[in-house]
């Protein structure tokens, strides 16, 4: 199943007051960026065909997967000034580069990438800034049996704020950690038909028209996930992600914890790239 994934944001709060051009997908955790964990996270479930929405800093991208350095991530034998792999990350995938707009929100990233898309019943999509564990063979099975257009998985809030209840006079009634609310938040992993171009406007966003427009009409399904799942959206928040594989605490890493997908680790089969 191809992989749609949304890497043209500037991603300001990533930006810790400076002016780098570096698109927030290419923020590094550990010796490999963000975008690189979302696509192993994939590809070991066996779906290895991207398409990347490009915009801001979209050259940093490009250069990245041009001159891709298997031996920064995998083992090798160098022999006589040669270098033999011993496993590959990306010989398998197929990744389509596609310059979808600076301003573009993510809808219209989708919406310019649908040409692509021709002949998928169902595809993938990803804002590639967000790393988890959650179990993708189910979340495509559950939403394959279901009769909706679209598939989102949702988390508990993460925030570790309270929210207070007042009472006429002013007085608390009680305090309850937003993490305890029955609410849930969009965790930024969807399966899609094809449907959902059909409720995406031009200039429009993915969740506040398109998924909004499906769940008015009973099309969208949600899936929750309380296991691991980390944002990225501040500089903090990348920072703790590469505390944690520094510290060898990578649950996302799900191509490390034994089983391999279509394109795990050892795969050799031959890499395209393609521009669009």
């Not at 997908?25 to 979302?38: D, E, F, N, Q, S």
């Not at 090798?76 to 197929?94: K, M, N, Q, Y």
Request: hydrophobic fraction near 40%; glycine fraction near 12%.
């Amino acid at each position: 199943m191809k992989v749609v994934l949304f890497c043209g944001g500037y991603g300001m709060r990533m930006r810790n007051g400076t002016s780098d051009d570096v698109p927030k997908p290419m923020a590094m955790v550990g010796p490999r960026p963000l975008i690189w964990h979302v696509m192993r996270y994939y590809a070991h479930f066996g779906h290895t065909e991207f398409i990347l929405c490009l915009g801001y800093g979209a050259h940093h991208i490009k250069d990245f997967f041009l001159n891709y350095e298997e031996t920064t991530s995998n083992d090798f034998v160098l022999r006589g000034g040669r270098t033999e792999l011993l496993s590959a990350d990306i010989a398998s995938w197929t990744i389509t580069f596609v310059q979808t707009g600076i301003e573009s929100p993510i809808g219209e990233r989708l919406r310019r990438v649908r040409p692509h898309l021709e002949g998928d019943e169902m595809f993938l999509a990803n804002y590639a800034d967000v790393l988890t564990d959650a179990p993708l063979p189910e979340m495509i099975d559950n939403f394959a049996r279901r009769d909706a257009g679209a598939s989102m998985m949702v988390v508990p809030p993460q925030s570790s704020f309270h929210c207070v209840e007042l009472g006429e006079d002013g007085l608390v009634g009680g305090i309850t950690a937003v993490s305890e609310l029955p609410l849930w938040e969009n965790g930024g992993y969807f399966v899609l038909r094809q449907e959902v171009f059909d409720h995406i406007p031009e200039n429009g966003d993915l969740v506040a028209d398109g998924c909004a427009q499906l769940a008015k009409r009973g099309r969208l399904v949600a899936h929750q996930h309380r296991g691991f799942w980390k944002p990225t959206d501040t500089v903090k928040e990348r920072a703790a992600l590469d505390d944690a594989y520094a510290r060898g605490d990578r649950p996302w890493a799900v191509w490390e914890h034994g089983g391999t997908g279509a394109g795990g680790p050892g795969s050799r089969a031959a890499a395209r790239a393609g521009t669009a």
